[in-house]
């Protein structure tokens, strides 16, 4: 089961907020496919949030939207930040990226970002979403959301 960024947002807006403000803290992130022999790739990415929808903007011809035009699964981590601070914690979003051939679709997003012509574009479908932050200096706290579940949340000491 998948979905989207609204319908997360609206079963838990707490853990999404705080996702988009880790995400928008930095514009670079780390996106990672699968390869044709299924070892994995990681590369740099800007990611969106428009319309309800988490957004994957990519270069034509690039390996990574090749290597999801194969096989659709990801994980996107957002950029820690400089030093070992990482406040808001981790994240981690996983789930299906679905490339967007319409016309009208693509044409709004650059109506509003602006990348460079010609790109592809993914919209995701969210299998899972991690946060993992220390809590008072004593605790390892792992929040794991997953569609059609309220969000787990393990403390570790």
Same mark, same amino acid.
């Given at each position: 089961?998948?979905?989207?960024?609204?319908?997360?947002?609206?079963?838990?807006?707490d853990?999404?907020?705080?996702?988009?403000?880790?995400?928008?803290?930095?514009?670079?992130h780390?996106l990672?496919?699968?390869?044709? $022999?299924?070892?994995?790739?990681t590369?740099?990415?800007?990611?969106?949030?428009?319309?309800?929808?988490?957004?994957?903007?990519?270069?034509?011809?690039?390996?990574?939207?090749? $290597?999801?035009?194969r096989?659709?699964?990801?994980?996107?981590?957002?950029?820690p930040?400089?030093?070992?601070?990482?406040?808001?914690?981790?994240?981690?979003?996983?789930?299906?990226?679905?490339?967007?051939? $319409?016309?009208?679709?693509?044409?709004?997003?650059?109506?509003?970002?602006?990348?460079?012509?010609?790109?592809?574009?993914?919209?995701?479908e969210?299998?899972?979403?991690?946060?993992?932050?220390?809590?008072?200096d004593?605790?390892?706290?792992?929040?794991?959301?997953?569609?059609?579940?309220?969000?787990?949340?393990?403390r570790?000491?």
């Amino acid at each position: 089961m998948a979905t989207n960024w609204a319908a997360f947002a609206a079963a838990e807006p707490d853990l999404a907020t705080t996702v988009e403000q880790r995400f928008g803290a930095f514009t670079h992130h780390v996106l990672a496919t699968l390869r044709k $022999d299924g070892s994995p790739r990681t590369t740099g990415l800007e990611v969106r949030f428009l319309h309800g929808e988490l957004w994957l903007g990519m270069m034509p011809g690039s390996l990574k939207a090749l $290597d999801l035009r194969r096989d659709a699964r990801f994980a996107l981590q957002a950029n820690p930040g400089p030093g070992t601070a990482m406040a808001g914690g981790d994240v981690r979003v996983a789930g299906r990226a679905v490339e967007v051939e $319409d016309p009208a679709v693509k044409g709004a997003y650059v109506e509003e970002v602006e990348p460079p012509q010609p790109f592809h574009l993914f919209r995701t479908e969210l299998t899972e979403v991690v946060r993992t932050r220390v809590e008072d200096d004593a605790y390892l706290v792992v929040q794991v959301w997953r569609p059609g579940e309220p969000v787990r949340t393990l403390r570790r000491t």
